[in-house]
């Protein structure tokens, strides 16, 4: 797939270079089975395209997008499966960054899972979220009567200052003391 096709190559829905074979066929019985091999090189490709290494960042290709990344995704949200076969065929070998952009008003669907599964899984690879200084989803207790900073940096004396303020329900009627 070209990353140099310029912005005259058409998009349209099916004219990519055959079928996907495993993608959103057949029951979902695993990440894995869900994406062939040929699916899978086609998506590292595109990804490659859209999520390019820097200096700093891994590429696509790097972060193991394709691979395990992919598969985790798909894991999380197979329902992603199926559109995302339909991005990968009809995109196909026209595949730029321009083509992608216009390819959101024929596919509105597959745009969006081509473009969540190679950023979920760029994000999940363990290397770019180091990067980035995101050590993922971290379980921490919460205890509500724990002193807050925030209430010694005066966040709250607007609102203690101003007092209580309220408005009775539609149809409850007026009340003594019922805010503006």
Same mark, same amino acid.
């Given at each position: 797939m070209s990353a140099g096709a310029g912005p005259e190559a058409p998009v349209s829905a099916g004219t990519g270079p055959g079928p996907?074979? /495993?993608i959103g066929a057949g029951p979902v019985t695993g990440a894995e089975e869900m994406v062939g091999e040929a699916?899978?090189?086609a998506f590292g490709r595109m990804a490659e395209v859209m999520l390019p290494g820097t200096d700093t960042m891994p590429s696509? /290709?790097?972060a193991g997008v394709p691979g395990p990344g992919l598969d985790e995704v798909?894991?999380?949200r197979p329902? !992603?499966?199926e559109p995302l076969g339909r991005a990968l065929r009809d995109l196909g070998d026209s595949f730029s960054l321009e083509n992608l952009a216009r390819y959101l008003s024929?596919?509105?669907e597959a745009y969006a899972a081509l473009t969540v599964c190679a950023a979920a899984a760029y994000y999940l690879s363990p290397e770019v979220r180091d990067q980035i200084g995101y050590p993922g989803q971290e379980a921490r207790s919460f205890d509500p009567y724990e002193y807050v900073g925030w209430i010694d940096? /005066? !966040?709250l004396d607007p609102v203690t200052e101003r007092g209580p303020?309220?408005?009775r329900p539609p149809g409850d009627g007026p009340a003594e003391g019922d805010g503006p």
């Open positions: 996907v074979t /495993g699916e899978r090189a696509a /290709g790097r798909l894991e999380a329902d !992603l499966a024929v596919d509105e940096e /005066g !966040l303020i309220w408005r």
